[in-house]
């Protein structure tokens, strides 16, 4: 299987995100774009990590926090508390609606930035091997 695509797709949105919190931001509506940004990144970080642990043979993650588990072990990411948080920050946001953790959310993402880039690097690289 060519888990390449996913991977490309993992780029795309993290470059977006990026770009999107090059400046910060007052208005709310753009904030919560920046917010949607991160839920993509993030949902193609954990899906790019079952994908690549699947070429590799790797025991079978089904769910987000199980291929955050997984990529630690593996190595592809080394704070897996920021993972946590970042996983209970796409929950928030997912599952329920409240500005003022909104706001907490948005706060963190330039935060989310680089462990999302390490892994992301990590699995390229894990891709190739």
Known sequence: MNENWILEDFERALQQLEEALEFPHADNLLKAGCIQYFEFCFELAWKS???????????????????????????????EEIWLAMLAARNKMSHTYDASEA??????????????????????RAATD
């Open 49 to 79: 990590v079952k994908v690549v642990s699947q070429r590799l043979s790797l025991p079978e993650c089904l769910s987000p926090k199980a291929c955050l588990k997984q990529a630690f072990s593996q190595g592809w990411v080394d704070s």
């Open 103 to 124: 706001l907490n959310v948005y706060g963190a993402l330039v935060g989310f930035l680089p462990a999302l880039k390490v892994l992301l690097k990590n699995l390229r």
